[in-house]
């Protein structure tokens, strides 16, 4: 497709269950973006891929939480013993050089929900 | 500590008449600042930029302000249509927070336009 896809757009878990959430960027663009929106906050940064570089994993909320690009593409999102507090959207954007004047484009998102 | 601040978190601006959203920042290195534009249950969009090199940046209806001496900006929207209601996040980059090329966000100013 021409945008950023995610999978799935919803999904339901119990507490202590492992999820993951894939994210298909734009082809051709090299630096991938996962970042999390919980209810009444702002996009809160999680991890970022750059070409074939170590991601930046700074903004990784606990171990818990890892992410694998593979093959510079497709981007997985793995939440290890879900919390109720992991309950947010999670945003997935992708950019075509990573560079400071680019915009990221941005997925719909998943909606995720520890119940 | 948030780094960029959207103090309204809702506006509510009358059809035809100008909408000006108000965004703050306290990191002196941003040097790029965007504005996204999210509708419910959809991903962000890009909507405008400006680096800080410059004060003002024109596209449309749409004109974002850079106060840099106050850590100021603002996107005008003028004259406001239906079509504009969404949420409205302001975004930073060169910042520390939103990883390497990453975005740093405000929480969000959901507009509302009313007929």
């Known amino acids: 497709g021409a945008g950023v896809s995610q999978s799935p757009s919803n999904k339901v878990t119990e507490k202590g269950k492992d999820v993951e959430l894939r994210c298909d960027p734009i082809?051709?663009?090299?630096?991938l973006y996962w970042y999390r929106q919980s209810l009444g906050q702002g996009l809160e940064f999680l991890i970022y891929?750059?070409?074939?570089?170590?991601?930046?994993k700074s903004g990784l909320p606990s171990d818990r939480f890892s992410a694998e690009r593979t093959g510079g593409s497709v981007s997985t999102l793995t939440i290890q013993r879900t919390q109720q507090e992991d309950s947010a959207v999670y945003l997935c954007?992708?950019?075509?050089?990573?560079?400071?004047?680019?915009?990221?484009?941005f997925g719909q998102g998943t909606r995720l929900t520890v119940v | 500590d948030q780094q960029v601040k959207q103090n309204s978190p809702s506006l509510s601006v009358q059809e035809g008449r100008i909408s000006i959203l108000n965004c703050d920042y306290t990191?002196?290195?941003?040097?790029?600042f965007l504005w996204y534009k999210k509708y419910p249950a959809e991903g962000p969009t890009f909507l405008i930029s400006?680096?800080?090199?410059?004060d003002k940046n024109e596209d449309g209806r749409f004109t974002v302000f850079l106060n840099k001496s106050a850590k100021h900006l603002s996107l005008h929207i003028v004259p406001s249509q239906p079509g504009d209601s969404a949420v409205y996040f302001c975004?930073?980059?060169?910042?520390?927070?939103?990883?390497?090329?990453?975005?740093?966000f405000g929480k969000g100013t959901h507009l509302i336009i009313q007929p």
């Open positions: 954007a992708s950019s075509q050089y990573g560079g400071l004047s680019t915009e990221a484009f």
């Open positions: 990191n002196s290195m941003f040097d790029y």
């Open positions: 891929f750059q070409g074939n570089s170590a991601p930046d």
């Open positions: 400006i680096s800080s090199i410059k």
């Open positions: 975004a930073a980059k060169g910042g520390s927070g939103g990883g390497a090329d990453g975005l740093t």
């Open positions: 082809s051709g663009h090299t630096a």
